[in-house]
Each structure stands twice: as structure tokens, then as C-alpha cells.
């Protein structure tokens, strides 16, 4: 049960080792060793989680809910001085491109590899993967959308676990914290609520194109993965600069 219980927390890890390799091997091997260490455990928890996100029931978007929320917290970011170091000279705008290209390249590889793991005869692996794949990408995405904010020096309010929780409806948006209307309410039945268990859906729909014949999957799965990210990524800076009364195009 402790690798159930931990699975948002892995996720977590995934997700932000992925962000922050620095080389694309790196990334292939851990997303596959996650990935792989998922769907073989037969956790029945897990399982359980998994197979019913492909279903369409309020009961499987509620699991996939859960799992995000007890994520978010865990997800390692980097705050604005942290940045500053890690890109010196950079500018907001520059530091933002190079968020966005890192969380775009670690979410193509979460979908690159969870499809070759498909074509492996583990029918088993194939609802987990699912699970596995939403979560790392929902990771990496959420904590693009905290780091963006930090790279503009608009954090949101709130200690870390409620900066947390603003950037998670932040992604459920795809707006800045400060645009985000009605609170960061996760209660049941919340508007908040049910618009983030709508873009789960969503998302664990876009993680079944891994799962396509032989190679193509891995193929979909990056392509449809690098294209949201970038298309999230730069939702978030178009708020951001607007915010900081900043003009101009983005990239």
C-alpha cells in the first residue's frame, strides 16, 4: 500500500526531474523507469484509479481529481531568486522561453515513453499508463505555470502549499493567479472544482494516444504534449505580461 499512497508524490518527483534534466536521455530514463514501476506494481488502488479515468463517470474524474490536488503541493519549484541564478542575465521574457522549451521537451517525453512502454505485452500496464502519464504532465505543466509566475516576480499570495493550490487553478484556467475568478475552492461540486475535473478529462483523453499501434503512439503522444505545453506556456506569460504592463508578442 505505501507505493499507492505515494503515487502523487513520484508523480511529483517525475515531473520535475523531467523538467529539469539537462539532457534528453536523462529524461527518456525516467519517465520509463516511473512509467514501468506503475503499471507492474498491480496495486489495486492504482489500478483501480486508473481504469476508471477511462471511463466517463463522475466517480473517474473525482480519482484523477484527488491524485492532482495531493500533488501539486509535492511538485519541486524554482522561486524567483533560484531562477535568476540558474539564468543569469536573462530577462523575465528569456527565463519564460526557456521554462516553457524545458516543461515542453520533458512532456514530450513523458508521451514518447509511455507509448514504446505500451508495445511492451503487459496488458495490464496500458490503464495505468494512462494514470501515470496524465499525472507527470499535469506535474509538469502546473509547476510551468509556478515558475512562470516566479520568473515575472508574480508570485501568488499565501504559504507554499497555498501558492500551490492558486497555481493548480491557475493551470485549470489557463490564466494568471490574479485573473483567476471566484477563489481557489476545491470543494465538491465548486465551479472550480468542475472545471478542473473537466480539463483532467481532457487530459487523460490526450494521454490514450499513447497507447496507438506499435510506434505511432509514442509519436502522438509527444507531438500532442510538446503543442499543449507550449499553448499553455504562453496563455500564462500573455497574462503575466499584461499584468506587469508589459506589450508585445509572444513567442
Keep these: ?17 523531467l523538467t529539469e534534466a539537462a539532457r534528453p536521455a536523462d529524461r527518456r530514463a525516467r519517465i520509463t523507469a516511473f512509467v514501468k514501476s506503475t503499471a507492474l506494481s498491480g496495486a489495486s488502488a492504482t489500478g483501480r484509479g486508473a481504469r476508471v479515468i477511462l471511463g466517463r463517470g463522475r466517480r473517474s474524474s473525482g480519482w484523477l481529481t484527488e491524485q492532482v490536488i495531493a500533488m501539486a503541493p509535492r511538485l519541486r519549484v524554482r522561486d524567483h531568486e533560484t531562477l535568476r541564478a540558474q539564468f543569469p542575465g536573462k530577462s523575465p521574457d528569456e527565463i519564460a522561453a526557456a521554462l516553457i522549451d524545458g516543461a515542453a521537451a520533458a512532456a514530450a517525453a513523458a508521451g514518447g515513453a509511455a507509448g514504446m512502454w505500451a508495445i511492451l505485452p503487459v496488458v495490464t500496464a496500458f490503464p495505468v499508463e494512462v494514470a501515470a502519464e496524465t499525472l507527470v504532465v499535469v506535474g509538469i505543466e502546473v ?9 515575472f516576480g508574480l508570485p501568488a499570495d499565501g504559504n507554499f502549499a497555498e501558492r500551490m493550490r492558486a497555481y493548480l487553478a491557475a493551470w485549470a484556467h489557463r490564466r494568471g493567479v490574479f485573473m483567476i475568478p471566484g477563489g481557489v475552492v476545491f470543494a465538491p461540486g465548486s465551479p472550480l472544482a468542475r472545471l478542473l475535473r473537466r480539463r483532467l478529462a481532457a487530459h487523460a483523453g490526450r494521454s490514450t494516444a499513447s497507447l496507438g499501434p506499435l510506434l505511432t503512439g509514442a509519436v502522438a503522444g509527444a507531438v500532442l504534449n510538446r503543442s499543449a505545453v ?4 504562453r496563455d500564462i506569460v500573455r497574462d503575466l505580461r499584461r499584468h506587469r504592463g508589459i506589450e508585445g508578442r509572444v513567442e
Design 1 to 17: 500500500m505505501a507505493e499507492v499512497e505515494d503515487f502523487p508524490q513520484r508523480a511529483a518527483d517525475t515531473a520535475a526531474d
Design 143 to 151: 509547476k510551468l505555470v509556478a515558475e512562470l509566475h516566479e520568473a
Design 230 to 233: 507550449r499553448s499553455l506556456g
